[in-house]
């Protein structure tokens, strides 16, 4: 192998464990910075900010990445596949069957 290869395998394999200790380290600063003057909460330390990172992560972000990509692309297909053998009253029918689930979703029920 290159050693111009070597390197850019090395970079590869440091960066993103590199970039996920500095953006622990921003997360921890922020935190003692702003949030215990604003709502009285306690200081942090590094480990526990890597702790809050990783749980936002899992709740708000997921860990789909390229696989969920793919996925999400597999089943836009599979859905205009499925349209385009529908006859225009079909497709009607299949659009007002969502409409009607959507408007009866969680955000909805509460002005019912």
């Known amino acids: 192998m290159n050693n111009k290869y070597k390197k850019s395998w090395t970079l590869l ?11 622990a380290l921003i997360v921890m600063s922020l ?9 009285g909460v306690k ?11 990783i749980l936002s992560k899992i709740l708000f972000g997921g860990f789909h990445g390229k696989f969920g990509q793919g996925m999400r692309d597999m089943k836009e297909k599979h859905l205009r596949h499925k349209m385009e053998g529908m006859s ?3 497709k009607e029918k299949f659009k007002e069957v969502w409409r009607q689930k ?9 002005n019912e």
């Open 13 to 23: 394999i440091l960066c993103p464990p590199l970039i996920f200790l500095v953006v």
């Open 88 to 90: 225009d009253e079909e």
């Open 43 to 53: 200081t942090i330390n590094y480990w526990q900010a890597m702790g809050i990172l």
């Open 31 to 39: 935190w003692n910075c702003i949030l215990p003057e604003i709502i």
């Open 102 to 110: 959507c408007s009866t979703g969680f955000f909805n029920r509460n």
